[in-house]
Protein backbone atom coordinates (compact mmCIF):
# COMPACT_ATOMS: atom_id res chain seq x y z
CA UNK A 1 0.00 0.00 0.00
CA UNK A 2 1.21 3.59 -1.39
CA UNK A 3 1.05 5.46 2.20
CA UNK A 4 -0.61 8.97 1.17
CA UNK A 5 -1.68 11.45 4.11
CA UNK A 6 -2.71 14.94 3.95
CA UNK A 7 -3.17 18.23 5.81
CA UNK A 8 -6.27 20.09 5.48
CA UNK A 9 -6.27 23.33 7.07
CA UNK A 10 -9.44 25.81 6.68
CA UNK A 11 -8.46 29.28 6.39
CA UNK A 12 -9.51 30.73 8.66
CA UNK A 13 -7.20 31.85 10.41
CA UNK A 14 -3.62 31.43 11.67
CA UNK A 15 -2.00 28.08 11.49
CA UNK A 16 -2.12 26.59 15.39
CA UNK A 17 1.02 25.20 16.78
CA UNK A 18 -0.77 22.48 18.51
CA UNK A 19 -2.32 21.57 14.61
CA UNK A 20 1.19 22.08 13.22
CA UNK A 21 2.60 19.58 15.67
CA UNK A 22 0.01 16.89 13.60
CA UNK A 23 1.25 18.35 10.52
CA UNK A 24 4.75 16.97 11.59
CA UNK A 25 3.65 13.13 12.57
CA UNK A 26 2.07 13.04 8.83
CA UNK A 27 5.06 14.46 7.28
CA UNK A 28 7.22 12.08 9.04
CA UNK A 29 5.26 9.30 8.32
CA UNK A 30 4.74 9.86 4.65
CA UNK A 31 8.82 10.47 4.24
CA UNK A 32 9.35 7.46 6.43
CA UNK A 33 7.66 5.80 4.58
CA UNK A 34 8.36 6.58 1.06
CA UNK A 35 4.36 8.15 0.55
CA UNK A 36 3.07 10.91 -0.34
CA UNK A 37 1.85 14.34 1.53
CA UNK A 38 -0.90 16.02 0.12
CA UNK A 39 -1.76 19.60 1.24
CA UNK A 40 -5.92 20.17 1.00
CA UNK A 41 -7.61 23.59 1.22
CA UNK A 42 -11.04 23.20 3.22
CA UNK A 43 -12.45 26.53 2.51
CA UNK A 44 -16.35 25.66 2.61
CA UNK A 45 -16.62 28.24 6.27
CA UNK A 46 -17.13 30.91 4.05
CA UNK A 47 -18.68 32.94 6.98
CA UNK A 48 -14.92 32.64 8.96
CA UNK A 49 -12.93 32.76 5.69
CA UNK A 50 -9.66 34.83 6.39
CA UNK A 51 -8.11 36.80 3.02
CA UNK A 52 -4.43 35.88 4.01
CA UNK A 53 -4.76 32.91 5.69
CA UNK A 54 -3.30 30.42 3.04
CA UNK A 55 -0.94 32.14 2.26
CA UNK A 56 0.38 32.60 5.95
CA UNK A 57 -0.71 28.37 6.52
CA UNK A 58 1.68 27.76 3.13
CA UNK A 59 4.43 30.42 4.44
CA UNK A 60 4.49 28.21 7.70
CA UNK A 61 4.71 24.96 5.99
CA UNK A 62 7.66 26.33 3.90
CA UNK A 63 9.44 27.86 7.21
CA UNK A 64 9.42 24.31 8.81
CA UNK A 65 10.74 22.17 5.74
CA UNK A 66 7.91 20.47 5.02
CA UNK A 67 7.36 20.31 1.55
CA UNK A 68 4.22 18.84 0.00
CA UNK A 69 4.02 16.75 -3.16
CA UNK A 70 0.29 17.85 -4.34
CA UNK A 71 -1.28 20.98 -3.49
CA UNK A 72 -3.02 24.19 -5.03
CA UNK A 73 0.20 25.25 -5.98
CA UNK A 74 1.08 21.92 -7.28
CA UNK A 75 -1.25 20.08 -8.84
CA UNK A 76 -1.95 15.97 -9.80
CA UNK A 77 -4.25 13.54 -10.95
CA UNK A 78 -6.25 14.38 -7.71
CA UNK A 79 -6.82 17.76 -7.97
CA UNK A 80 -8.54 20.16 -7.47
CA UNK A 81 -7.23 20.70 -3.44
CA UNK A 82 -9.30 23.45 -2.97
CA UNK A 83 -13.35 22.42 -1.64
CA UNK A 84 -14.66 25.72 -2.94
CA UNK A 85 -13.70 24.13 -6.18
CA UNK A 86 -15.11 20.96 -5.76
CA UNK A 87 -18.45 22.03 -5.34
CA UNK A 88 -20.13 20.24 -7.91
CA UNK A 89 -18.77 17.31 -6.64
CA UNK A 90 -20.35 17.56 -3.52
CA UNK A 91 -23.60 18.47 -4.36
CA UNK A 92 -23.69 14.93 -6.62
CA UNK A 93 -22.30 12.79 -4.00
CA UNK A 94 -24.92 14.25 -1.87
CA UNK A 95 -27.85 12.98 -4.31
CA UNK A 96 -26.38 9.82 -4.22
CA UNK A 97 -26.38 9.33 -0.76
CA UNK A 98 -30.43 10.51 -0.79
CA UNK A 99 -30.62 7.95 -4.25
CA UNK A 100 -29.26 5.17 -1.53
CA UNK A 101 -31.79 5.83 1.27
CA UNK A 102 -28.62 7.07 3.39
CA UNK A 103 -29.24 10.97 3.38
CA UNK A 104 -32.44 13.11 3.52
CA UNK A 105 -33.52 16.81 3.03
CA UNK A 106 -34.65 18.99 5.46
CA UNK A 107 -35.86 22.34 5.96
CA UNK A 108 -36.43 23.42 9.03
CA UNK A 109 -36.06 27.03 9.80
CA UNK A 110 -33.33 27.89 11.78
CA UNK A 111 -36.28 28.88 14.40
CA UNK A 112 -37.79 25.72 14.48
CA UNK A 113 -34.12 24.40 14.84
CA UNK A 114 -33.32 26.87 17.69
CA UNK A 115 -36.65 26.05 19.79
CA UNK A 116 -35.70 22.06 19.42
CA UNK A 117 -32.51 22.75 21.18
CA UNK A 118 -33.91 24.98 24.21
CA UNK A 119 -36.68 22.31 24.60
CA UNK A 120 -33.60 19.40 24.86
CA UNK A 121 -32.29 21.82 26.96
CA UNK A 122 -34.81 22.27 29.35
CA UNK A 123 -35.37 18.58 30.11
CA UNK A 124 -31.45 17.72 30.31
CA UNK A 125 -30.99 16.03 26.68
CA UNK A 126 -27.99 16.27 24.87
CA UNK A 127 -28.52 18.70 21.88
CA UNK A 128 -29.31 16.80 18.06
CA UNK A 129 -31.70 17.47 15.81
CA UNK A 130 -35.23 15.49 16.22
CA UNK A 131 -35.64 14.21 12.60
CA UNK A 132 -38.63 15.87 12.03
CA UNK A 133 -37.95 15.24 8.29
CA UNK A 134 -36.04 12.41 8.18
CA UNK A 135 -39.32 10.16 7.10
CA UNK A 136 -41.38 11.99 4.81
CA UNK A 137 -42.64 10.81 1.95
CA UNK A 138 -40.43 11.42 -1.09
CA UNK A 139 -40.80 14.54 -2.66
CA UNK A 140 -42.38 16.07 0.30
CA UNK A 141 -39.06 18.97 0.19
CA UNK A 142 -38.13 20.00 -3.55
CA UNK A 143 -34.15 19.94 -4.77
CA UNK A 144 -35.38 23.85 -5.51
CA UNK A 145 -36.51 25.03 -2.68
CA UNK A 146 -33.73 25.62 0.40
CA UNK A 147 -32.92 22.48 2.62
CA UNK A 148 -29.75 20.68 3.96
CA UNK A 149 -29.10 17.16 3.08
CA UNK A 150 -28.74 15.50 6.62
CA UNK A 151 -27.04 11.77 6.92
CA UNK A 152 -29.65 9.38 8.24
CA UNK A 153 -27.66 7.76 11.04
CA UNK A 154 -28.69 3.95 12.15
CA UNK A 155 -31.22 4.55 15.44
CA UNK A 156 -30.25 0.99 16.52
CA UNK A 157 -26.61 -0.82 16.86
CA UNK A 158 -23.21 0.26 17.07
CA UNK A 159 -20.46 1.59 14.64
CA UNK A 160 -16.84 1.04 15.50
CA UNK A 161 -13.81 3.19 14.75
CA UNK A 162 -10.96 0.97 14.28
CA UNK A 163 -7.54 3.30 15.39
CA UNK A 164 -4.16 2.60 14.93
CA UNK A 165 -3.32 4.20 18.49
CA UNK A 166 -6.15 3.35 20.28
CA UNK A 167 -7.89 -0.13 19.14
CA UNK A 168 -11.38 -0.72 18.94
CA UNK A 169 -13.89 2.14 20.06
CA UNK A 170 -17.30 1.89 19.71
CA UNK A 171 -20.24 4.35 19.40
CA UNK A 172 -23.71 3.77 20.08
CA UNK A 173 -25.72 5.20 16.59
CA UNK A 174 -28.55 6.28 18.94
CA UNK A 175 -26.64 8.78 20.47
CA UNK A 176 -25.21 10.31 17.15
CA UNK A 177 -26.70 13.20 15.47
CA UNK A 178 -28.18 12.92 12.15
CA UNK A 179 -25.80 15.40 11.07
CA UNK A 180 -25.84 18.08 8.15
CA UNK A 181 -23.67 17.35 5.38
CA UNK A 182 -25.04 19.56 2.39
CA UNK A 183 -25.70 23.12 3.52
CA UNK A 184 -28.40 25.28 2.28
CA UNK A 185 -25.90 27.37 -0.21
CA UNK A 186 -24.18 24.33 -1.63
CA UNK A 187 -21.03 24.02 0.26
CA UNK A 188 -20.58 20.69 1.92
CA UNK A 189 -19.55 20.36 5.45
CA UNK A 190 -16.85 19.11 7.13
CA UNK A 191 -18.14 15.92 7.25
CA UNK A 192 -18.95 14.75 3.85
CA UNK A 193 -16.01 16.98 2.08
CA UNK A 194 -13.59 15.63 4.16
CA UNK A 195 -14.69 11.90 3.30
CA UNK A 196 -15.50 12.55 -0.10
CA UNK A 197 -12.16 13.81 -0.50
CA UNK A 198 -10.05 11.45 1.29
CA UNK A 199 -11.48 8.29 -0.84
CA UNK A 200 -11.26 10.26 -3.91
CA UNK A 201 -7.61 11.36 -3.19
CA UNK A 202 -6.82 7.75 -2.02
CA UNK A 203 -5.66 9.09 1.34
CA UNK A 204 -4.31 6.00 3.26
CA UNK A 205 -4.18 7.19 6.97
CA UNK A 206 -6.08 9.56 8.32
CA UNK A 207 -3.84 11.45 11.07
CA UNK A 208 -5.40 13.63 13.02
CA UNK A 209 -6.23 15.11 16.64
CA UNK A 210 -8.00 13.60 19.15
CA UNK A 211 -10.44 16.47 19.23
CA UNK A 212 -11.73 14.75 15.99
CA UNK A 213 -12.63 10.90 17.40
CA UNK A 214 -16.75 12.26 17.99
CA UNK A 215 -17.02 12.74 14.42
CA UNK A 216 -15.12 9.58 12.89
CA UNK A 217 -18.38 7.28 13.50
CA UNK A 218 -19.90 9.35 11.01
CA UNK A 219 -17.19 9.46 8.81
CA UNK A 220 -16.94 5.46 9.33
CA UNK A 221 -21.02 5.28 8.02
CA UNK A 222 -20.46 7.53 5.39
CA UNK A 223 -17.88 5.59 4.12
CA UNK A 224 -20.02 2.36 4.44
CA UNK A 225 -22.92 4.38 2.72
CA UNK A 226 -20.83 4.97 -0.14
CA UNK A 227 -19.71 1.25 -0.13
CA UNK A 228 -15.46 2.64 0.01
CA UNK A 229 -13.03 1.29 2.36
CA UNK A 230 -12.19 3.44 4.87
CA UNK A 231 -8.55 4.82 5.76
CA UNK A 232 -6.64 3.50 8.52
CA UNK A 233 -7.50 6.28 11.21
CA UNK A 234 -5.03 7.72 14.21
CA UNK A 235 -6.17 10.13 16.56
CA UNK A 236 -3.10 11.66 18.19
CA UNK A 237 -3.71 13.47 22.07
CA UNK A 238 -3.91 17.31 22.12
CA UNK A 239 -1.04 19.05 22.89
CA UNK A 240 -1.91 21.12 26.53
CA UNK A 241 0.16 24.12 28.30
CA UNK A 242 2.06 23.31 31.31
CA UNK A 243 -0.83 23.62 33.41
CA UNK A 244 -2.69 20.80 31.87
CA UNK A 245 -5.53 23.20 29.82
CA UNK A 246 -6.01 22.95 25.65
CA UNK A 247 -2.72 25.10 24.53
CA UNK A 248 -4.11 28.55 23.93
CA UNK A 249 -2.54 32.65 23.76
CA UNK A 250 -2.39 32.46 27.77
CA UNK A 251 0.33 30.11 27.33
CA UNK A 252 2.00 32.87 24.78
CA UNK A 253 2.40 32.64 21.15
CA UNK A 254 0.36 29.78 19.69
CA UNK A 255 0.36 30.75 16.05
CA UNK A 256 3.56 29.61 13.82
CA UNK A 257 3.99 32.59 12.61
CA UNK A 258 4.36 34.29 15.85
CA UNK A 259 7.41 31.69 16.97
CA UNK A 260 9.15 32.91 13.72
CA UNK A 261 8.44 36.53 14.37
CA UNK A 262 9.65 35.76 17.96
CA UNK A 263 13.13 34.52 16.59
CA UNK A 264 12.79 30.63 16.96
CA UNK A 265 14.88 28.83 14.24
CA UNK A 266 12.59 26.61 12.11
CA UNK A 267 14.58 23.64 12.38
CA UNK A 268 14.20 24.04 16.46
CA UNK A 269 10.60 24.11 15.99
CA UNK A 270 10.58 21.39 14.03
CA UNK A 271 12.91 18.72 16.05
CA UNK A 272 10.66 20.24 19.21
CA UNK A 273 7.25 19.38 17.77
CA UNK A 274 8.37 16.03 16.45
CA UNK A 275 8.97 15.01 20.04
CA UNK A 276 6.19 16.44 21.33
CA UNK A 277 3.91 13.19 22.19
CA UNK A 278 6.39 11.14 20.27
CA UNK A 279 9.77 9.37 21.58
CA UNK A 280 12.38 8.07 19.33
CA UNK A 281 12.81 4.63 20.91
CA UNK A 282 13.69 3.14 24.37
CA UNK A 283 17.16 3.90 25.84
CA UNK A 284 17.24 6.92 23.58
CA UNK A 285 18.26 10.40 25.54
CA UNK A 286 19.33 12.72 23.29
CA UNK A 287 16.98 15.40 22.13
CA UNK A 288 18.37 16.81 19.34
CA UNK A 289 18.31 15.38 15.96
CA UNK A 290 18.87 16.09 12.75
CA UNK A 291 15.86 16.12 10.07
CA UNK A 292 16.73 13.43 8.54
CA UNK A 293 17.58 10.95 11.52
CA UNK A 294 13.36 12.23 12.61
CA UNK A 295 12.54 10.53 9.27
CA UNK A 296 14.21 7.32 9.76
CA UNK A 297 13.13 7.45 13.08
CA UNK A 298 9.44 8.00 13.23
CA UNK A 299 7.28 5.03 14.03
CA UNK A 300 3.33 6.13 14.58
CA UNK A 301 2.98 3.46 17.10
CA UNK A 302 5.20 5.50 18.94
CA UNK A 303 3.12 8.53 19.97
CA UNK A 304 1.86 8.86 23.42
CA UNK A 305 -1.58 8.12 24.29
CA UNK A 306 -1.35 10.94 27.05
CA UNK A 307 -1.59 14.63 26.45
CA UNK A 308 1.39 16.18 24.80
CA UNK A 309 2.84 19.13 27.27
CA UNK A 310 4.35 22.32 25.65
CA UNK A 311 6.87 23.86 27.69
CA UNK A 312 8.25 26.74 26.47
CA UNK A 313 11.18 26.34 28.47
CA UNK A 314 12.41 23.18 26.65
CA UNK A 315 11.64 24.81 22.83
CA UNK A 316 13.90 27.56 24.48
CA UNK A 317 16.44 25.39 25.70
CA UNK A 318 16.67 23.50 22.55
CA UNK A 319 16.44 26.32 20.30
CA UNK A 320 19.06 28.17 22.09
CA UNK A 321 21.24 24.77 21.68
CA UNK A 322 20.26 24.73 17.43
CA UNK A 323 21.81 28.91 17.59
CA UNK A 324 24.81 27.81 19.56
CA UNK A 325 25.86 24.94 16.50
CA UNK A 326 25.26 27.41 13.25
CA UNK A 327 28.00 28.71 11.75
CA UNK A 328 28.94 32.30 12.66
CA UNK A 329 28.19 33.25 8.85
CA UNK A 330 24.83 31.61 8.62
CA UNK A 331 24.03 33.02 12.40
CA UNK A 332 24.99 36.69 10.89
CA UNK A 333 22.39 36.04 8.16
CA UNK A 334 19.35 35.28 10.70
CA UNK A 335 20.40 37.53 13.02
CA UNK A 336 20.36 40.91 10.37
CA UNK A 337 16.43 41.01 9.63
CA UNK A 338 15.91 41.34 13.34
CA UNK A 339 18.31 43.91 14.00
CA UNK A 340 16.82 46.15 10.91
CA UNK A 341 12.90 45.53 12.20
CA UNK A 342 14.44 47.23 15.32
CA UNK A 343 15.70 49.95 13.28
CA UNK A 344 19.13 48.98 14.41
CA UNK A 345 20.53 48.82 10.79
CA UNK A 346 19.65 49.69 8.02
CA UNK A 347 18.23 47.99 4.81
CA UNK A 348 20.52 46.95 2.76
CA UNK A 349 23.35 46.65 4.79
CA UNK A 350 25.93 48.93 4.32
CA UNK A 351 29.20 46.91 3.65
CA UNK A 352 31.49 49.00 6.34
CA UNK A 353 28.88 47.90 8.74
CA UNK A 354 29.63 44.09 8.32
CA UNK A 355 32.64 43.73 9.82
CA UNK A 356 30.77 45.26 13.26
CA UNK A 357 28.17 42.79 12.86
CA UNK A 358 30.89 39.96 12.32
CA UNK A 359 32.12 40.90 15.86
CA UNK A 360 29.15 41.03 17.57
CA UNK A 361 28.05 37.16 16.79
CA UNK A 362 30.37 35.77 18.61
CA UNK A 363 29.67 37.91 21.47
CA UNK A 364 26.14 37.27 21.55
CA UNK A 365 25.92 33.53 20.25
CA UNK A 366 26.34 31.56 23.63
CA UNK A 367 23.57 34.11 25.25
CA UNK A 368 20.68 33.87 22.84
CA UNK A 369 17.63 31.81 23.63
CA UNK A 370 16.08 33.07 20.47
CA UNK A 371 17.17 35.54 17.58
CA UNK A 372 15.48 38.33 19.14
CA UNK A 373 17.63 38.16 21.79
CA UNK A 374 20.25 39.91 19.76
CA UNK A 375 18.21 43.12 20.05
CA UNK A 376 18.71 43.40 23.99
CA UNK A 377 22.12 42.00 23.73
CA UNK A 378 23.24 44.88 21.19
CA UNK A 379 21.33 47.62 20.97
CA UNK A 380 23.67 49.65 23.14
CA UNK A 381 26.01 48.79 20.74
CA UNK A 382 24.79 49.46 17.32
CA UNK A 383 22.49 52.88 18.84
CA UNK A 384 23.94 55.50 20.83
CA UNK A 385 22.97 55.69 24.79
CA UNK A 386 21.83 58.25 26.93
CA UNK A 387 24.69 58.80 29.52
CA UNK A 388 23.71 57.46 32.65
CA UNK A 389 23.03 58.83 35.31
CA UNK A 390 26.12 59.37 38.20
CA UNK A 391 24.90 57.07 40.37
CA UNK A 392 25.13 53.87 38.37
CA UNK A 393 28.79 54.93 37.44
CA UNK A 394 30.02 54.77 41.39
CA UNK A 395 32.03 51.39 42.04
CA UNK A 396 30.91 49.05 44.51
CA UNK A 397 32.63 50.34 48.12
CA UNK A 398 34.22 53.54 45.97
CA UNK A 399 33.01 56.67 46.00
CA UNK A 400 32.50 59.32 42.85
CA UNK A 401 35.75 60.84 43.15
CA UNK A 402 37.87 57.20 43.07
CA UNK A 403 35.56 56.33 40.48
CA UNK A 404 35.82 59.46 38.50
CA UNK A 405 39.99 58.62 38.47
CA UNK A 406 39.45 55.12 37.81
CA UNK A 407 37.35 56.03 34.37
CA UNK A 408 39.89 58.47 33.61
CA UNK A 409 43.14 56.13 33.58
CA UNK A 410 40.38 53.86 31.43
CA UNK A 411 39.96 56.53 29.03
CA UNK A 412 43.81 57.30 28.52
CA UNK A 413 44.50 53.90 28.40
CA UNK A 414 42.22 53.36 25.61
CA UNK A 415 43.08 55.95 23.69
CA UNK A 416 46.34 54.79 23.39
CA UNK A 417 45.60 51.16 22.74
CA UNK A 418 47.67 49.50 19.62
CA UNK A 419 45.48 47.20 18.26
CA UNK A 420 42.21 48.01 19.90
CA UNK A 421 40.96 44.63 20.32
CA UNK A 422 40.03 42.58 23.08
CA UNK A 423 42.94 40.26 23.54
CA UNK A 424 44.95 43.95 23.86
CA UNK A 425 42.40 45.04 26.21
CA UNK A 426 42.30 42.24 28.32
CA UNK A 427 45.35 41.96 29.77
CA UNK A 428 46.19 45.89 30.33
CA UNK A 429 42.65 46.42 32.28
CA UNK A 430 43.46 43.85 34.61
CA UNK A 431 46.65 45.32 35.00
CA UNK A 432 44.95 48.43 35.69
CA UNK A 433 42.66 47.37 38.12
CA UNK A 434 45.65 45.66 40.23
CA UNK A 435 47.49 49.08 39.78
CA UNK A 436 44.24 51.26 41.92
CA UNK A 437 44.06 48.43 44.14
CA UNK A 438 40.65 47.62 42.41
CA UNK A 439 38.82 44.11 41.87
CA UNK A 440 38.91 43.51 38.24
CA UNK A 441 34.90 43.33 38.89
CA UNK A 442 34.55 46.64 40.29
CA UNK A 443 36.99 48.47 37.84
CA UNK A 444 34.73 46.51 35.24
CA UNK A 445 31.76 47.30 36.32
CA UNK A 446 31.85 50.70 35.58
CA UNK A 447 33.28 50.73 32.36
CA UNK A 448 30.29 48.56 31.48
CA UNK A 449 27.88 50.94 32.52
CA UNK A 450 29.98 54.25 31.14
CA UNK A 451 29.83 52.46 27.56
CA UNK A 452 26.82 50.49 27.46
CA UNK A 453 24.33 52.07 30.01
CA UNK A 454 23.74 48.29 31.27
CA UNK A 455 25.21 46.40 34.40
CA UNK A 456 24.60 42.73 32.14
CA UNK A 457 26.18 42.82 28.71
CA UNK A 458 28.04 40.52 26.21
CA UNK A 459 31.45 40.03 27.82
CA UNK A 460 33.04 43.49 28.12
CA UNK A 461 35.80 43.73 26.04
CA UNK A 462 34.71 42.14 22.61
CA UNK A 463 31.86 44.94 23.38
CA UNK A 464 34.52 47.66 23.90
CA UNK A 465 35.79 46.26 20.27
CA UNK A 466 32.67 46.33 18.46
CA UNK A 467 31.34 49.89 20.00
CA UNK A 468 35.21 50.99 18.05
CA UNK A 469 37.80 53.49 19.59
CA UNK A 470 35.70 56.70 19.08
CA UNK A 471 32.17 55.78 20.40
CA UNK A 472 33.61 54.05 23.57
CA UNK A 473 35.71 57.18 24.18
CA UNK A 474 32.91 59.18 23.62
CA UNK A 475 30.84 57.63 26.28
CA UNK A 476 33.60 57.63 28.21
CA UNK A 477 34.00 61.01 28.34
CA UNK A 478 30.15 61.45 28.61
CA UNK A 479 30.65 59.41 31.93
CA UNK A 480 33.22 61.14 33.31
CA UNK A 481 31.37 64.25 33.00
CA UNK A 482 28.61 63.22 34.69
CA UNK A 483 30.69 61.95 37.39
CA UNK A 484 32.71 65.15 37.56
CA UNK A 485 29.57 67.19 38.18
CA UNK A 486 28.82 64.35 40.94
CA UNK A 487 31.72 65.10 42.51
CA UNK A 488 31.46 68.85 42.36
CA UNK A 489 27.86 68.57 43.83
CA UNK A 490 29.42 66.43 47.22
CA UNK A 491 32.01 69.07 47.84
CA UNK A 492 29.03 71.82 47.12
CA UNK A 493 27.27 69.98 49.62
CA UNK A 494 29.69 69.28 52.05
CA UNK A 495 30.68 73.06 52.23
CA UNK A 496 27.22 73.79 52.75
CA UNK A 497 27.09 71.74 55.55
CA UNK A 498 30.06 72.31 57.75
CA UNK A 499 29.48 75.97 57.51
Not at 228 to 235: G, K, L
Not at 251 to 261: L, S, V, Y
Not at 329 to 338: C, W
Not at 371 to 400: F, H, N, Q, Y
Request: proline residues 8%; contains cysteine.
Amino acid sequence: MTVRVRFAPSPTGHPHIGNIRTVVFNWLYARQQGGQFVLRIEDTDRTRYVPDALKVIMDGLRWLGMDWDEGPDKPGQYGPYTQSERLELYKEKAEELIARGWAYRCNCSPERLEMVRKLQAAQGQPPMYDRHCRDLPPGAISPDEPHVVRLKIPLEGETIVHDLLKGEIRFENALLDDQVLLKSDGFPTYHLAVVVDDHLMQISHVIRADEWLPSTPKHVLLYQAFGWEPPIFAHVPLVMGTDGKKLSKRHGATNIDEFRKQGYLPEAVFNFLALLGWAPGEGEEREIFTRAELVERFDLSRVNLAPAVFSYDKLNWMNGAYIRALPAETLLQRLIPFWQEAGLIPCPVPAELLPTLKKLVPLVQERMQTLRDVIPLTDCILSDIETPPAELLIGKKMTAAESLAALRRVHTLLSGLVPFDEEAMEPKMRALADELQLKPGQLFTIVRVAVTGKTVTPPLFGTIEALGREQTLQRLGRAEKALAACVEQEKTTAGTTSQ
